[in-house]
């Protein structure tokens, strides 16, 4: 027994815990810890919280209960500790996983924390965590969860960096209760110790509200894994009861309506290179192509328009919407088609079809004026006005049959600096993208557009796009050449 142990260490260790009262065990028992190794026929040393006063943690390496049960189901039940070559994020390490993770996986290990300490590599908050999509094989964290101020936003954070089939496994309070208790009123130091039973904790979890929580931002689960430990084995290790959460990072992304409408609009707002029609990150995604449409995601080829637009109304729509979408990238297609009235279902024969555009007709005004009357709940002309002959006539149309709570999102080639809109239909393809930067537009607005838009019938919401635009300048995602102005119904 402890052979792998400095005999004259394990000397210090048995007279170290018999000075913590540590009482002999019945004959023939032992307990182990399956980090260090350390087995002994004394009980553990005692581990005291207002919570808690048992004798778990490890006399040799300082483990507790909870930590030799996250090893244990790392060991057992996962084969990341047969490979050497996997990249591991660890949250709140322990002294014990640190070392035994730093020796087998040197730099592909790093542990982190909100605060510099012995064992963290680098300090890292969860809500914004500095690493690409798809970096990490597996992500440790232990009781870290329950810290956390947005816990939802950590959650997506995580599934970003996590490769497809990557793991999240992780360890927090939670009892099996209806729903996570969480309350915005239990605000104070005296109140969380109170009611969360630990000064900084900001929740007690509800067990299946986790699942719930890990399977909305996509994961798949594994559940009830600590129930299907041998009794011998939880005894032997001296491992803890509570639930282990596993989240699974697919192989492919869910295409769900659940994600859509919780997929975090803070995160297009403040992530430089974050295209959220195809959900990657990339410092080198975005390039400049000179056109109206600049910007275009190397990935999925959106432009800075389609990603504009999206984040403006994701929030708003679900799956009942009915949307009208004009010339917007494929990218921003196949995100829409998710929603079964995208371009159908619209009463009468209003079935739009997304065909080439053309300037010398009436084609869209005729379909449109065969639309019911404030049937509509989004219509997004996406640099498709300045391609029409009866632009006016056409937001007039788009008024009528727009419903009272409904949107027009107006995404079109405009110079601010122009009082009024300049026009050259006649114009022929090189032309047209030599003086207006795009081969099917015919004009460029100026701020007539926004007269347009109130005499049609419109509020703007954004009555500053100059404003709107500056504001966008740091933004390489949703960088474009024109202002989006947002309209809802007088």
């Given at each position: ?17 018999k000075e913590h009262n540590c009482k002999k065990l019945d004959e023939n028992k032992t307990i182990k810890c399956n980090i260090c190794g350390y087995e002994s026929e004394y009980e553990f040393l005692p581990y005291k919280t207002r919570n808690t006063n048992t004798k778990q943690k490890c006399p040799n390496c300082y483990a507790l209960k ?223 192509t000179g056109s109206t449409h600049d910007y275009v995601c190397l990935n999925c080829y959106s432009r800075g328009d389609d990603r504009l637009i999206y984040n403006e109304i994701y929030f708003d729509i679900n799956e009942d919407s009915i949307i009208l979408n004009f010339n917007s990238s494929e990218a921003m297609e196949n995100k829409f ?154």
């Open positions: 027994m402890n052979e792998h142990i400095d005999s004259r260490q394990v000397e210090k260790i048995i007279a170290f815990q909870r930590t030799r049960l996250l090893y244990y189901v790392l060991e057992h039940y996962t084969d990341y500790l047969k490979h050497d070559d996997i990249r591991i994020l660890q949250t709140s390490p322990t002294t014990s996983l640190y070392k035994r993770f730093k020796s087998q996986y040197h730099d592909n290990y790093t542990s982190s924390d909100i605060q510099q300490m012995p064992q963290v590599d680098e300090i890292i908050n969860l809500e914004e965590i500095p690493y690409p999509d798809n970096t990490f094989d597996l992500i440790l964290s232990k009781h870290v969860l329950e810290h956390v101020p947005d816990y939802p936003k950590a959650l997506r954070e995580i599934y970003r960096v996590l490769k497809p089939g990557g793991k999240i496994i992780f360890l927090i309070p939670s009892l099996d209760i209806p729903k996570t208790f969480e309350f915005p009123q239990i605000n104070t130091p005296e109140l969380r110790s109170r009611y969360y039973r630990q000064f900084d904790h900001l929740r007690y979890f509800g067990i299946e509200n986790v699942y719930k929580d890990l399977e909305d931002t996509g994961f798949d689960t594994i559940k009830n894994i600590e129930k299907k430990i041998p009794k011998d084995d939880m005894i032997y290790y001296l491992l803890s009861d509570e639930p282990v959460y596993i989240g699974i990072k697919p192989e492919k992304p869910k295409n769900n309506i659940k994600n859509i409408e919780e997929d975090p609009k803070i995160n297009l707002q403040t992530r430089k290179n974050y295209c959220s029609l195809c959900e990657n990150e990339n410092p080198e995604r975005f390039k400049d088609k998710k929603y079964k009235n995208y371009n159908k279902n619209i009463p009468e024969k209003g079935f739009i079809q997304k065909t080439k555009l053309k300037t010398t007709n009436n084609e869209y005004l005729d379909k449109l004026q065969k639309i019911q009357d404030k049937s509509v709940d989004f219509i997004i002309s996406n640099h498709f006005l300045d391609r029409q002959v009866d632009d006016f006539k056409i937001l007039r149309e788009f008024n009528r049959i727009l419903k009272s709570s409904g949107k027009l999102l107006i995404k079109e080639t405009t110079d601010l600096d122009l009082e009024y809109k300049i026009e050259a239909p006649e114009y022929n393809r090189e032309y047209r993208r030599f003086f207006m930067g795009n081969h099917d537009t015919i004009k460029v607005y100026g701020k007539d557009l926004l007269h347009m838009c109130h005499f049609a019938g419109f509020n703007i919401e954004y009555e500053d796009p100059e404003k709107q635009i500056n504001n966008l300048q740091s933004i390489t995602s949703q960088r474009t050449k024109a202002p989006l102005i947002i309209c809802t119904k007088k």
